[in-house]
T-cell receptor
């Protein structure tokens, strides 16, 4: 079945730094979603992408739908302590269901 | 707008016992999903309902897991009997079908520990 890979698995950054993470697959998708999950909570939707090449922002977050439709990228600018958590990508292809990646764990050092 | 509600938040049982989880989706959301999230992994879809009908249950271990959404609103997921490997967080999500894709909104989850 379809599988997603997320890179990096975990990252430690200083407050104020920018963050980049990506999600890749061997299959193409029609939609990419990015979620953030805090400890003890369910994932919260951050950004949804529907078209190859699309670039969408949500505050300090920017995500892009890769041109090949097999990848997506998430950037966080000027990180703050509350950015700590696990970031999941999820891919969707018509007629199938969402597939989630294994997550990128972000830690922000003061 | 109230979010997706789940109960209980935590459950500890012994293997071979039974357990049930409850989910109430966001009002008006026709689609309901149950996911299993094992520690350190992303959520894995178990079952998807559209109103009270099952759309996809291909990854539901049907020998021990069952789910229902009788009136097309709230839903129950049951495990009988539980195994050690069922220890996980069980997430419920709901979505309102639109022209694009079902953007899913998640509940807080039920953390199950099987001893």
């Amino acid at each position: 079945g379809q599988q997603l890979n997320q890179s990096p698995q975990s990252m430690f950054i200083q407050e104020g730094e920018d963050v980049s993470m990506n999600c890749t697959s061997s299959s193409i998708f029609n939609t990419w979603l990015w979620y953030k999950q805090d400890p003890g909570e369910g994932p919260v939707l951050l950004i949804a992408l529907y078209k190859a090449g699309e670039l969408t922002s949500n505050g300090r977050l920017t995500a892009q739908f890769g041109i090949t439709r097999k990848d997506s990228f998430l950037n966080i600018s000027a990180s703050i302590p509350s950015d700590v958590g696990i970031y999941f990508c999820a891919g969707f292809y018509y007629g199938q269901n969402f597939v989630f990646g294994p997550g990128t764990r972000l830690s922000v050092l003061p | 707008e109230a979010g997706v509600a789940q109960s209980p938040r935590y459950k500890i049982i012994e293997k071979r016992q039974s357990v049930a989880f409850w989910c109430n989706p966001i009002s008006g959301h026709a689609t309901l999903y149950w996911y299993q999230q094992i520690l350190g992994q992303g959520p894995k879809l178990l079952i998807q309902f559209q109103n009270n009908g099952v759309v996809d249950d291909s990854q539901l271990p049907k020998d021990r897991f069952s789910a229902e959404r009788l009136k097309g609103v709230d839903s129950t997921l049951k495990i009988q009997p539980a195994k050690l490997e069922d220890s996980a967080v069980y997430l419920c999500a709901s979505s309102y079908p639109n022209d694009r894709v079902n953007e899913q909104f998640f509940g807080p989850g039920t953390r199950l520990t099987v001893l």
